[in-house]
């Protein structure tokens, strides 16, 4: 079992609508959090990173670090159907290892 | 996928056989890694090397032997492919130890052992 879980989907939702993806940790000792977007049959690609708890917001996204409930989100506000891809949640690990979650397929329908 | 390139693109192999799969980079960054990625099961990490003459073991290393002589090069040679190697193989690096650096990726090569 992976020490951060996410649910594969698929998810889909309308446009326009916000979305929330999810991933869990197990390993409080972890701080370092990220999101990458990967369309089909390319290479992932860094969205965002947080450290420890809060948010950070980067225009349509949000990524949320919750340490209490060792909860990592990802919002996406004015969702459009090029935000359809797969969502990937990572952590670095403390020997600088970015170890990832399964991914979550995101539909965003017209 | 800026500086990474992975050759090849597309390979077919039978139970047995042995191949490289290779990444190099013109980024001059230390850390290079391999991950597969399979249906559901995300990216695994496979092997990293954090700098030229080291290397070491990520999630699934079993069946694979990296090395790295060089800075820009960091190939991954599959010794006696199995069907459970089909997948898709990325290579990725990055800076060491700079925590908001992004990791780049290569644009995949994916495999199919029959």
């Known amino acids: 079992q992976k020490e951060v879980e996410q649910d594969p989907g698929p998810l889909s939702v309308p446009e326009g609508a916000i979305v929330s993806l999810n991933c869990t940790y197990s390993n409080s000792a972890f701080q370092y959090f990220m999101w990458y977007r990967q369309y089909s049959r390319k290479g992932p690609e860094l969205l965002m990173y947080t450290y420890s708890s809060g948010n950070k917001e980067d225009g349509r996204f949000t990524a949320q670090v919750d340490k209490s409930s060792k909860y990592i989100s990802l919002f996406i506000r004015d969702s459009q159907p090029s935000d359809s891809a797969t969502y990937l949640c990572a952590y670095r690990d403390r020997d600088d290892k970015i170890i990832f979650g399964k991914g979550t397929r995101l539909h965003i329908l017209p | 996928n800026a500086g990474v390139t992975q050759t090849p693109k597309f390979q077919v192999l039978k139970t047995g056989q042995s191949m490289t799969l290779q990444c190099a980079q013109d980024m001059n960054h230390e850390y290079m890694s391999w991950y597969r990625q399979d249906p559901g099961m995300g990216l695994r990490l496979i092997h990293y090397?954090?700098?030229?003459?080291?290397?070491d073991q990520g999630e699934v290393p079993n069946g694979y032997n990296v090395s790295r002589s060089t800075t820009e090069d960091f190939p991954l040679r599959l010794l006696s492919a199995a069907p459970s190697q089909t997948s898709v193989y990325f290579c990725?690096?990055?800076?060491?130890?700079?925590?908001?650096?992004?990791?780049?990726f290569g644009p995949g090569t994916r495999l199919t052992v029959l």
């Open positions: 990725a690096i990055r800076r060491k130890f700079q925590l908001t650096d992004t990791q780049y």
């Open positions: 090397s954090v700098g030229a003459g080291i290397t």
